[in-house]
């Protein structure tokens, strides 16, 4: 492997006393170290940096252990998370392999605090002068990493240290050199003695996204949510000149999730909104509130579901039947299998309809 090592000064990207990164860039090839099948037509690889055979990279240094270094993807499609794949690099790239901590996968949080956990990889061995993968491996079950994912959802890879790297001389990882995406680069410092905090990466003087990339296994087969809408009012029969309430469910049956889901409600011109307000429950989310007319766009994980609380009153001298009707539609590469529930109309009575009967009264 051709390696061409060219100095570079070191700066601080740790809290106080907490060390200084080292860095030295190098000219890089990019070299899969498969453990499992090849990727499938199907498979995307999602990273922030732009790490290329032979272009140019940083060795980072200066870590303790324990500590973790992370980039903050987003999924292409709705589909499963197959692999992960970390750039690992000395200045000779020849170094031994070595054992590390883990590799954890965690759902969004609020940048940089990763979400919740949802898998790990321990004690990866890593191989110097390579972009290290671990992958699913469907016969032999040996890393079993399968992790659900939506499209644009974000999603967290996380790498562990279990020892300190000896700068200039041990491998570690290694970041791009042409810039930083913001808010996309997390690293976990130990700020005391086993006092761990995250920290955006950049806040810490990194200059380059961290060459952790994921794998996602998009689905190539029909993407089908069953989206169905509900709605009622309150009162069931409206007076005019006073208040009426309608509650607007929306909801999705699967089998995957719709995250890209319009939903339209324009109101009766005899009703008068004064807003309405949406809250999501199973992951989903929606505007939290509005005035007038209903157009918004709402994300549906399966089973979940969003719920809308309009509030209004019907205008004065209004008479004969309200109707009022909601839609939803499915988009974003998904199609609805059951289109007949998409809309829910409901027709309101005024309260003073009174029954006459054709037969006689007794």
């Given at each position: 492997m051709p390696v061409n090592p060219v100095s570079q000064p070191g700066q601080s990207t740790r809290p106080v006393n907490q060390g200084i990164e080292m860095q030295q860039r190098i000219l890089t090839a990019l070299a899969a170290s498969l453990i499992g099948a090849a990727a499938s037509a199907a498979e995307v690889v999602v990273k922030n940096d732009s790490l290329t055979d032979f272009s140019s990279a940083a060795i980072v240094w200066g870590f303790a252990a324990g500590e973790k270094v992370a980039s903050w993807l987003t999924s292409p499609c709705n589909g499963d998370l197959r692999a992960v794949q970390i750039f690992w690099r000395s200045p000779s790239g020849t170094s031994a392999q070595s054992i590390q901590n883990a590799i954890e996968i965690f759902r969004s949080g609020s940048f940089p605090n990763p979400g919740a956990l949802a898998a790990t990889i321990g004690g990866p061995v890593m191989t110097d002068a390579v972009l290290n993968e671990?992958?699913?491996?469907?016969?032999?079950?040996?890393?079993?990493?399968?992790?659900?994912?939506?499209?644009?959802?974000?999603?967290?890879?996380?790498?562990?240290?279990?020892?300190?790297?000896?700068?200039?001389?041990?491998?570690?990882?290694?970041?791009?050199?042409?810039?930083?995406?913001?808010?996309?680069?997390?690293?976990?410092?130990?700020?005391?003695?086993?006092?761990?905090?995250?920290?955006?990466?950049?806040?810490?003087?990194?200059?380059?996204?961290?060459?952790?990339?994921?794998?996602?296994?998009?689905?190539?087969?029909?993407?089908?949510?069953?989206?169905?809408?509900?709605?009622?009012?309150?009162?069931?029969?409206?007076?005019?000149?006073?208040?009426?309430?309608?509650?607007?469910?929306?909801?999705?049956?699967?089998?995957?999730?719709?995250?890209?889901?319009?939903?339209?409600?324009?109101?009766?011109?005899?009703?008068?909104?004064?807003?309405?307000?949406?809250?999501?429950?199973?992951?989903?989310?929606?505007?939290?509130?509005?005035?007038?007319?209903?157009?918004?766009?709402?994300?549906?994980?399966?089973?979940?579901?969003?719920?809308y609380s309009v509030s209004g009153t019907v205008l004065v001298g209004t008479t004969g039947a309200l109707t009022n009707s909601v839609t939803a539609v499915v988009g974003g590469g998904v199609s609805d299998p059951l289109s007949g529930n998409n809309t829910a109309t409901l027709v309101t009575e005024p309260a003073s309809t009174q029954f006459i009967f054709g037969n006689s009264f007794e």
């Open positions: 671990w992958r699913f491996l469907d016969e032999n079950q040996v890393i079993p990493l399968q992790v659900p994912v939506t499209a644009n959802e974000t999603f967290v890879v996380a790498f562990q240290f279990a020892a300190v790297p000896t700068p200039s001389v041990d491998p570690s990882v290694v970041r791009d050199v042409d810039g930083i995406t913001a808010n996309r680069n997390g690293l976990l410092a130990e700020i005391s003695p086993g006092n761990f905090v995250w920290f955006n990466s950049a806040s810490l003087g990194l200059t380059g996204d961290w060459v952790i990339r994921g794998v996602v296994d998009c689905a190539v087969g029909p993407q089908l949510a069953d989206v169905g809408v509900g709605i009622n009012a309150t009162p069931t029969q409206y007076s005019a000149g006073q208040a009426l309430a309608y509650t607007i469910v929306i909801n999705n049956a699967g089998p995957v999730a719709s995250p890209s889901t319009t939903v339209v409600d324009i109101f009766p011109a005899a009703y008068s909104v004064s807003g309405w307000t949406c809250s999501g429950t199973g992951g989903a989310t929606c505007s939290a509130s509005g005035s007038g007319n209903i157009t918004d766009f709402v994300s549906l994980p399966v089973a979940g579901q969003v719920s």
